[in-house]
């Protein structure tokens, strides 16, 4: 097998790329004749276009309109390629693309909160407003990262934090403000409805001094396919040229973000398959990515607009942006098993904490998880202030608390766990379990029972949710099988499921369906809705996954030399990484079913833990657990308390509280290795 | 923060529940269901019984949604407490809400804490509650209305939920007199239009202004669709108005400005209040500007008005058509 694939590397490197751009191309070129055709009714098209009749509304649309919309799908698409090139190029990871380093999240933000609480800064337009928030989420990012050199690891670390903690934010304000952002969750959706060329016209001197930027950074960047050590020893400061070029992709993506809004996927797509379409070298790939992004999202706009004119979808919009991910995903799947694995993922930038330290820590943990039940049941807000609850008033609302407190402490051990085998097993720090697409998977299964109009009785969502999961774990597995389980490989099927179940969550909150109003109910994490019986059968999955975890510790340590060490050594590796990867799947799929698909607490517990000196896998688990439930526990209360009656979601709150704890742990340890 | 108004009415309809009945689902796995009897061990009030005829009127109400207390209002009864009481003053803003009426929290996930300090004796819930019905009832009976709201036919759904609501007030002629009166503010309106027929030549169509280039209609299936029949005023974008039907979810129809093209001979009315930045965009959209009833001036903004609001609502949306359909007449229509 091994020879084989060796083999036919020199034998005949394929190359579509000119085919694919043709063919992706040629379809959006008909679609988009076709349309102006019936659109005109009979005129002129160049008339229309240099002497257009004002009061003719056929005219005015084609010119107005449908031309300037096509301008605008060019350009956007190109413009996200490029970013997504450059940023791939210089993190040397495939899952880098401006979207995940924070940007856009930075800009909703900022937007979000011009329009509720400064709404004079976009009467003007949302351009600059959004062009300031990205800005900021990007000097984040930047400043967060620079103290560990810019390293391709804290980049896209740095740029995940910012991204979680800005999309918190947003969800905690959209939960009390939802109805008056529902102009923002088009923009959101990546509407690229036009109105005149005065868009494309700006959007375009932005993109024009970007290539131009790119051209002159070019050179240097091409040997960053070598490695941090190679690229140094060459004598080419790392640092500057990785700012430089990921500041150019950043102003794209900000550009881009501010005048249509979030256009999913292409930034990811585009190079990638450019890559695999034959485009081995940078220099093509910066010619080419660009010219696939264009076309790819052309042809994605032309089919989005005839679809949208059916009867079917004509009560609702349909944002070109989201189906991107639609048409994206598939498609890179199909391509997956030819794109050759990227070094580097396992980087070494991940600070070590001395061991000695944990010993001492652990009465604390149990100190906190005493004072985390007596807040719980014991203070509490009410009409008249801050209290201490009498055992009457504990009594009448145990009913309530109870399961509320068990629910949301056992989601944080099974993210925990979760979390850690996940890090774990694919040697990646910023791998979450969401980041394997399982919750996004098993939260798509409940949309599709959903949408598809079935009763949704609880007994077909558990079967929705379920089948979801196992079908993303199957997927996984086929197509992770191949290279027996690569962890890079598992972590692009999972974004892009991700990517797929976010995309229609923006779809249907975009669009205006009643049903928006459920998804982010499912989407925020509230454990408001929690049965008693669900949260006992939660703590008793919880406890299954810290008996089942720690006996799979040996493999991980194993698994974490490398995969042909492990096999000298007698570890199965691909029915190793298998069992581990479906304790981690099942974990997840619970715990999602509990606080919903937000699981930054699987991304922060295994990194408190491993910073509090636990670095054995079974030790990092059973600690990385209790920084979970404690964080969860303390995030529950907490949610019900900081705006009250408003109650606030447990997953978004411990998501606040934790992300600074996971900055400042970050900024700490760099200091201290320095 | 600033004076700003919304319309909650996307959420009202069916929002429910999905994760509670998951976790249903899940708890029917049955690992431990027997420890549900732990939880309902420490029942508090679970022993209320609905309340018959006989027993007093309920007087400690709390609304667990604003058009529900709009119609409670409007039956002459204040509630205890309602969900973020500043939202329905910007959103339903009559009858006005009395300054005492206490915050219980987010609209679907009510705190348990407040609900139980204000100890009310009847709250009267929506069918997205029903997941937490069963908890709610520890509390205080419940009472479910605002079906009407998803409703294919609201309005005669809402007259029945106002005469039911005034029953369990032990108030029904409250309800009679509230309906008498629409009915005759409708009649009153029907005949001042039909008096001026240049005011109804053309049909009208009723939307949002979502941003500057998206608008939500209000078509079939929305209770302002029905009262516009009910005014004798074509709504454009209904079927038999000389176009083709829109299709519609729950009465709204999500477009982009260029589907007006299809209704260019209708006026459009939009219903307040008009974002600054919907104002200022749709002056710089040269689609906009190109449509003929942009050009002509057949444009009105309504006041706020609750889209799923009760009859009060209802009978300021009558009063605002007349108003709107004058303007336009008399010339004087226009955005800015």
Known sequence: MRNLAAASVPAAPRDFRAALVGVLGAVALILAIVGIHVQLNGASFWTTLFAPNRTDLHQVLVRDSLLPRIAMTLLCGAALALAGTLAQQVLRNPLAEPMTLGIFPGSYLALMIAELWAPSWVAGGRTIVALAGGGIAMLLVFGLAWRQRMSSLSVILSGMIVNLYCGAISLAICMSHFDLLRGLMIWGGGALDQSGWQESRQLLWGVLACVVATVLVRRPLGVFEAGDSTVQSLGISLQRTRFAALLISVVLTACVVSTVGVIGFVGLAAPTLARLAGARRLRQRLIWAPLLGAALLWATDEIVQMVSSTELFSAHLVPTGTVTSLLGVPLLMLLLPRLRSQPDLHASAIAHAPEASLGRRLPWAVVGLVVVLMLTFGISRGVHGWHVASPAQIGALLFWRLPHAIAAMSAGVLLAVAGTLIQRVTANPMASPDLLGVSSGGALGIVIILFAGLDPTPGILFAGCLAGAMTTLALLLWLGGRASFAPDRLLLIGVGISALFEAIVSATLASGDPRAGLLMDLVVGSTYYIEPAASYAAAAVALAGLVLGPLMARWIETLSLGAPMAGSLGVPVARARLAILLLAALLTATATLLVGPLSFVGLIAPHIARYSGARRPAVQMFVASIVGALLMGFADWLGRQVMFPQEMPAGLVATLIGGPYLIALTLRKTVAST | ?336
Not at chain 2, 183 to 204: C, E, F, K, W, Y
Not at chain 2, 254 to 270: G, K, T
Not at chain 2, 299 to 313: C, D, E, H, K
Request: without cysteine; glycine residues 8%; proline residues 8%.
């Open chain 2, 1 to 336: 923060m600033t004076k700003r108004v919304i319309r909650p009415a996307s959420r009202i309809p069916r929002t429910d529940p999905l994760r509670r009945r998951l976790l249903a689902g899940f708890g029917a796995l049955g690992a431990f269901s027997m420890l549900d009897a732990f939880g309902s061990a420490s029942a508090w009030a679970a022993t209320q019984t609905q309340s018959t005829s006989s027993e007093p009127a309920p007087h400690r109400i709390v609304t667990l949604n604003w058009e529900l207390t709009e119609t409670l209002l409007a039956l002459g009864v204040a509630p205890v407490g309602t969900p973020l009481p500043d939202w329905y003053r910007n959103t339903i803003v009559e009858p006005p809400l009395p300054a005492s009426v206490a915050d219980v929290g987010l609209l679907y996930q009510p705190s348990f804490e407040m609900l139980q300090a204000l100890a009310p004796d009847l709250m009267i819930i929506t069918p997205g509650h029903a997941p937490a019905k069963r908890w709610l009832e520890r509390i205080a009976p419940t009472l479910t209305l605002g079906a009407y709201m998803s409703s294919d036919t609201p309005y005669p759904a809402l007259l029945n939920e106002t005469g039911e609501l005034a029953a369990k007030l032990q108030r029904p002629q409250r309800a009679t007199d509230l309906i008498a009166a629409t009915d005759r503010d409708t009649a009153n309106v029907r005949a001042q239009l039909g008096a001026r027929p240049a005011r109804l030549r053309v049909p009208v169509l009723v939307a949002d202004l979502v941003d500057d280039r998206h608008l939500r209609v209000y078509a079939q299936g929305s209770l302002f669709d029905e009262m516009l029949r009910k005014l004798g005023v074509q709504n454009a974008a209904n079927p038999g108005a000389g176009s083709k039907p829109w299709r519609t979810e729950q009465g709204f129809a999500m477009v982009p400005v260029q589907r007006l093209a299809d209704v260019q001979q209708a006026s459009l009315l939009l219903v307040g209040p008009l974002e600054a930045s919907a104002r200022a965009g749709v002056r710089k959209n040269a689609i906009w500007q190109a449509l003929p009833m942009v050009r002509e001036r057949r444009i009105a903004v309504l006041p706020v008005i609750a889209p799923y609001g009760g009859l009060v609502s209802m009978q300021r949306f009558a009063q605002a058509v007349a108003t709107a359909l004058a303007t336009i007449d008399n010339g004087g229509g226009g955005v800015a």
